[in-house]
């Protein structure tokens, strides 16, 4: 091995391996149960891994088009109209990508350029911070309440400078489970309204709300709809992240941008997988029932853990849940959940490694998109804690 060597400034020099890297590592070295990293334990519609293997042997085996193939957008664009009463061209306005991840980095490179503010909510998905110092931009973060994760506008209203260029939002939100309300987003629209502020809308939860609530998506408020990016993942709502395939909607001029990074990032995505996809949108029933899906899991999980230690409150939607664990221990979170996989054999995440300047609430998250025999075996396990 050569010894050679550079002066190398690091572009992002503050980050670290991925918790979730670290976290599912320690799961599979101790053989605990992995309820850190959101993935489902189990298999995709047999249908739909019927309908990719079909694709294959029909010779769709070759790059897709860059935006993606156009029946997928079109089925996109059905299903936009039909859940949310909203019109986007599947032409101009419609982007089949490698994931949500993948979408949301290319809506951030296409737009961020250096010194512009970008307006986040902690805790937050770990992507977002990242992508936004990559190209010169900087992370305004805004800590949401602990104790019910409410977004207090008018803070937000006072951040806002003539160098704000975006807003970043969640919902249903990844870690809390909580998810925005009507008056949340109308906040938002008339806070953003005669501004040139961009917002980007991570809905890849948006099939999975629990007790009867309803998705406010960023398209259903026109004023927001106009200058969104919204980004989703067909590995989430379908139960094959391993897939990466995902989708970013917004305005043709937004769309423009996004594809010319987009073309030279990834360029396109899976084709038999864009075509198997087209298909299984057809049977609105494939996502439409997804929310009762989870909702059995979590109603599940959480009648296990009623006489744990573990304080909570159910999730609103995602397939996670976070244990509040400060009557048991003073640990810091990290520390929990890494003596929890080595001595009990269950894996978390730790949510200070979201928050602003690692404010620890002594919160684990725990993914339960789970068999329902895992769930039991977790729950036993949390309990004799």
Known sequence: MSNFKVSLHSKLPAVKT????????????????NLSQGFPNFESDPKLIELVNKAMKNGKNQYAPMPGIFSLREAIAEKMENLYGISYNP?????ITAGATQAIFTAIAAVIKKDDEVIIFKPAYDSYEPSIELFGGKTIAVQLNPENFNIDWVKVKGLITDKTKMIIINSPHNPSGRILSKEDMLQLESLLKNTDILLLSDE????IIFDGEKHQSAGLFPSLAERTFITASFGKTFHNTGWKVGYCIAPAFLTEEFRKVHQFNVFSVNHPTQVALAEYLKNSNNYLELGSFYQQKRDLFLSLLKDSRFDFKPSAGTYFQ???FSK?????DVDFAIRLTKEQKIASIPIS?????????KVLRFCFAKTDETLIKAAEVICAI
Request: avoid cysteine.
């Open 322 to 324: 976070l244990l509040n």
């Open 328 to 332: 048991i221990t003073d640990e810091s």
């Open 204 to 207: 890849v939860y948006e099939h």
């Open 353 to 361: 490694v979201f928050n602003e300047a690692g404010l620890d609430t």
């Open 18 to 33: 991925s918790i979730f890297s670290i976290m599912s590592g320690l799961s599979s070295k101790e053989n605990a149960l």
């Open 91 to 95: 032409d101009t306005e419609i982007t």
